[in-house]
């Protein structure tokens, strides 16, 4: 909450990049007192669902509207990984000279739209942010992107306006259900506990407002916008937006569809089981024949996303913990991809790995990071991959019948798979004969560009090595919301 | 003795409409006395005096929730008075806009200008507060001839001569049929009093059809899909600062009494206007957004961007419930702000180099950042995008409409958004991403235009936020 705060005051300072620091900073500094601060109230004892919830204040009182905040052990996770994610990508945008403080300020209303998205329990300030978080990309893209900027700039804003179309009007069938004494009302609280929506409207809302998130989780067949999109923008945007936007996306389908509309969730799951299963392994294969870096990383999302929402979809405890652990993995490792992919093509000015090659020698500690990330992507066990995938695994395969049992399988060759593009990536572009005799002139990574990578690497160590608590902390809201 | 007391007392809840026939008769005064000297302050006066008018007509109030005169030839409420209000402010705002204009190409007969752009309003306030279909046509009328004069205002550009000739066929055309529906109306119903209409339900078709003619005269007004035609090239072909007041405030007006008389007079049909409507407001918003698309004029662009506009206000008019008039009024007061600015941008870029065209806008934020983002600003409004006021009042219009079950309808509509933000946004990538060989040089506005824009951006921004305005509409609204 103070977190907006500190974004707003960023805007007014003219030391843009050491205000845009230290403000990151301060957020990451808030967020971690957050966390432990919520740990040690649910170690004293706090049951509350949602804690540090304001007071309502009311907004717009004939609608019920009313701006009120509130946390749970999911959304303490996510706002970590955001601030961990803005943080690194303030340092990977450092060096960025055009136009430095319009750029800045369109990344802090991006942040304060997801940060806005996930303290929020009340639909309409959800919805707000949401789309606060949503129009910042055309610029950023279009502005500051590479590429066929405009083009993807274009495609990834309509796209995803197109999903919070079908979201909206979930919103309202959502709103105009939510009570059976005719006190409507936008607060999810209030609402699942009313719970008073009939079946068969459940039936219609429920895809609506799921498609209308899945299209931001990058769901097939609605994930085209993510590849264009994540190629053209620019490194801390690309960062930003697989790294923590799309999580909006699996976040809301947890939060609104399947939290509000539990039945119509459990029996139209095996849609979007196919799907997202199917995005799972699409988007897997695709990876692999891909020549340019940043799509490799795209398809790469648009898998391991598929996996945050096939997870979710198997409702219970254990896969659904997966699930958000997934999140904060993939958010950590895909930031870090993308901010070596923008330092990597910063120096040689090209992403195609047909022609890079041996660059291990001429920048190590690029080198090494790349490495890494690539270990957390196809799940070495240490890095915090392993244990989002495994969690989610177990989890799936705790049902027994034939379909999920299917799926689950065929989810599972796609870690093979990534295995196969992500070795094939590092085998190219890090070993091997040099291929460009200009690369060898280049540099090694300079100080902010450590900062990024190696702050986004203990994040992903840390999660890997110890993550019990953070667990935990994830399935002590999960119980919650299964209840 | 009685009878003149009675018929003066008639005149004591129409405080707004006598003010404005003062300030209407002193600007003409003005103009015939002031000489050609006095020409230079006769803008500011005029501008002046209607600004105290604004202000008194937000200190109005009528006592009970509804109020007549003339035996319910006149009708009036707060909601009425807020409506008028909310006109008056827009039409302030255009005489910012307008000011440079008249000083520079207008200069002898800026009088006229105040003048016919008063009378037009006049003539809305008496559509709004009718309550008999002869006083409505009256005002209908008071509204549209003296606006085709200010439509042909340009005379130096015969592109304005045919802009005019264009929107008075029209109108004279869309009057003749509104007409039409309404003799039925007199012949089926035996009135032509709102209140007595109400009650000379028969439920047969020629009732319907009456009420069908009604309602395609009004869509000219409006400019309803399939009743527009005569919209772009109207816009297009007006001096700016006219299509600004065409687009919002002569639109703003109709709506209203269009909703009014929806719910008053043709409560029971009520079923049968939300079908043809329903038909209406899909095609409407659709043919808006694909024609905007193609555009390179600005002000066509905006023309074809304010149909579909329309479209979206028709929403809260069909479910005809309280919360679909607070949403409807709503809706226009944001659309107000949000459509002046980017008129008031177009007006004073054409103004100082004469450019209109979207590619004689790239590359404008280099040279003029603040225009460029207040540009922005508007077309992010109007294509429903938060922080701005847009968002709001495309949130509250799509519940009321949502509020009747119209999911399906309000489900098109926002994919219908996905096209207008595209076109929106083709602006915005013109401004900020395009660059240009030859970009419009930077631009110093008078001081008129400043304060305009500055409250246009004030209200984009702030408006959303203060709920008390929504509260307030809310609370006087009325329905079927």
Excluded at chain 1, 135 to 140: C, G, K, Q, R
Excluded at chain 1, 218 to 232: E, I, K, V
Aim: a neutral charge; glycine letters at 8%; aromatic letters at 14%.
């Amino acid at each position: 909450m103070m977190a907006i705060i500190f974004c707003i005051n960023g805007e007014k300072k003219n030391l843009i990049r050491m205000v845009m620091a230290a403000g990151a900073l301060a957020m990451l500094g808030t967020s971690v007192y957050l966390t432990l601060d919520f740990l040690a109230q649910r170690e004293a004892g706090a049951t509350a669902e949602f804690l540090y919830c304001n007071d309502p204040i009311p907004w717009y009182e004939t609608l019920n509207i009313n701006y009120s905040v509130g946390v749970d052990g999911i959304s303490v996770a996510m706002l970590l990984l955001s601030t961990i994610v803005v943080t690194t990508g303030v340092f990977a945008s450092w060096g960025l000279e055009k136009l430095t403080k319009e750029y800045f300020l369109w990344f802090l209303m991006l942040s304060l739209g997801v940060f806005g998205f996930f303290i929020s329990i009340d639909l309409f300030t959800m919805f707000l942010f949401y789309e606060v978080a949503l129009i910042p990309m055309y610029l950023l893209i279009g502005l500051w992107g590479t590429g066929r900027k405009e083009y993807s700039a274009m495609k990834l804003t309509l796209m995803l306006m197109g999903g919070s179309a079908f979201l909206m009007v979930g919103i309202f069938g959502i709103y105009y259900y939510s009570s059976m004494d005719g006190n409507l009302t936008f607060n999810i609280l209030e609402i699942a506990k009313n719970h008073a929506m009939p079946i068969d409207k459940q039936m219609i809302f429920f895809p609506l407002t799921f498609v209308g998130f899945g299209v931001l989780g990058a769901m097939f067949p609605f994930h085209t916008w993510s590849p264009d999109g994540h190629a053209s923008a620019p490194t801390a945007v690309s960062m930003l937006h697989a790294g923590v936007l799309m999580k909006l996306g699996g976040y809301g389908c947890f939060r609104i569809a399947m939290y509000l509309m539990p039945e119509a969730a459990d029996q139209l799951a095996w849609i979007f089981i196919i799907l997202t299963g199917t995005s799972v392994v699409y988007g897997a294969f695709s990876a692999c024949v891909q020549n340019d870096l940043k799509y490799i990383n795209a398809y790469s999302s648009v898998s391991h996303c598929g996996l945050v929402l096939f997870a979710l979809l198997m409702m219970n405890k254990t896969a659904m913990t997966g699930a958000i652990l997934q999140m904060v993995s993939h958010g950590l490792m895909t930031a870090l991809f993308f901010a070596l992919i923008g330092m990597i093509y910063g120096r040689t000015h090209t992403r195609d790995i047909r022609e890079m090659g041996g660059l291990m020698k001429i920048m190590p500690v690029l080198g090494v990071c790349y490495v890494i990330a690539g270990m957390a992507s196809l799940g070495l066990p240490g890095l915090s991959g392993f244990v989002a995938e495994m969690t989610v695994f177990v989890g799936a395969f705790e049902h027994s019948d034939l379909f999920h049992r299917f799926f689950v399988i065929a989810g599972c060759t796609s870690i093979v798979i990534t295995a196969v593009y992500i070795l094939r990536v590092v085998g190219k572009v890090l070993f091997g004969p040099v291929q460009d005799k200009h690369h060898e002139q280049l540099t090694d990574a300079c100080w902010y560009e450590k900062v990024a990578a190696f702050g986004l690497i203990i994040a992903i160590a840390g999660i890997g090595l110890a993550p019990l608590w953070l667990s935990n902390m994830i399935s002590d809201g999960i119980m919650n919301m299964l209840k | 003795m009685d009878i003149i007391k009675e018929f003066y007392s008639g005149f004591s809840i129409m405080n707004q409409e006598v003010s404005l026939v003062l300030v209407l008769v002193f600007v003409l005064l003005a103009d015939l006395f002031c000489g050609e000297k006095g020409k230079k302050y006769l803008q500011l006066l005029a501008i002046a005096a209607f600004a105290l008018n604004v202000v008194y007509g937000f200190t109005l109030k009528v006592d009970s929730t509804y109020q007549d005169s003339f035996a319910g030839m006149y009708v009036t409420s707060d909601m009425h008075i807020l409506v008028k209000n909310i006109l008056n402010v827009g039409t302030l705002l255009v005489f910012f806009f307008a000011h440079y204009w008249n000083e520079h190409e207008n200069r002898s007969q800026s009088g006229e200008f105040y003048f016919l752009m008063l009378s037009t309003l006049l003539g809305m306030y008496l559509m709004i507060s009718s309550g008999n279909f002869l006083l409505f046509y009256i005002g209908l009328e008071t509204a549209s001839i003296p606006m085709a004069a200010m439509v042909a205002f340009n005379k130096k550009a015969h592109e304005s001569a045919e802009a005019a000739a264009k929107y008075i066929l029209t109108a004279a055309f869309s009057s003749g049929v509104m007409l039409f529906g309404i003799s039925l109306i007199y012949g089926t119903y035996g009135t032509l009093y709102y209140n007595e209409a109400a009650n000379a339900f028969l439920a047969e078709p020629l009732q319907i059809m009456a009420m069908i003619f009604f309602m395609a005269g009004m869509g000219f007004k409006i400019s309803l899909v399939p009743f527009h035609l005569w919209t772009a090239d109207t816009y297009q072909g007006a001096p700016t600062p006219v299509t600004a007041y065409l687009s919002v405030m002569s639109k703003g007006a109709a709506v209203f009494s269009f909703l009014y008389i929806l719910i008053t007079v043709f409560r029971n049909y009520a079923e049968t206007w939300q079908n043809i409507l329903w038909w209406i407001i899909v095609v409407t918003i659709t043919v808006g957004n694909l024609f905007a698309i193609r555009q390179k004029n600005l002000k066509r662009f905006l023309a074809f961007s304010s149909i579909s506009q329309a479209g979206y206000i028709l929403l809260g008019v069909i479910a005809g419930t309280p919360q679909g008039m607070a949403a409807t009024v709503f809706y226009i007061f944001i659309y107000l702000f949000t459509n002046l600015a980017a008129f008031g941008i177009i007006s004073n870029i054409e103004n100082q180099t004469g450019k209109v065209g979207m590619d004689d806008y790239n590359g404008l934020y280099s040279t003029n950042p603040k225009l460029a983002v207040i540009m922005m600003l508007a077309m992010f409004s109007l294509g429903g995008i938060p922080f701005f006021a847009g968002f709001f009042s495309k949130f509250f219009i799509f519940l009321a409409a949502t509020q009747k079950e119209m999911y399906l309808l309000v489900f098109i509509a926002l994919l219908n958004t996905i096209i207008s933000l595209f076109y929106y946004l083709l602006v915005v990538k013109a401004m900020f991403i395009k660059e240009s060989t030859n970009p419009i040089k930077p631009i110093k506005s008078d001081a008129m235009s400043v304060i305009g824009l500055a409250i246009c951006t004030i209200g984009m921004i702030v408006l959303g936020f203060i709920s008390p305005i929504y509260e307030y509409m809310s609370s006087i609204s009325f329905g079927i």
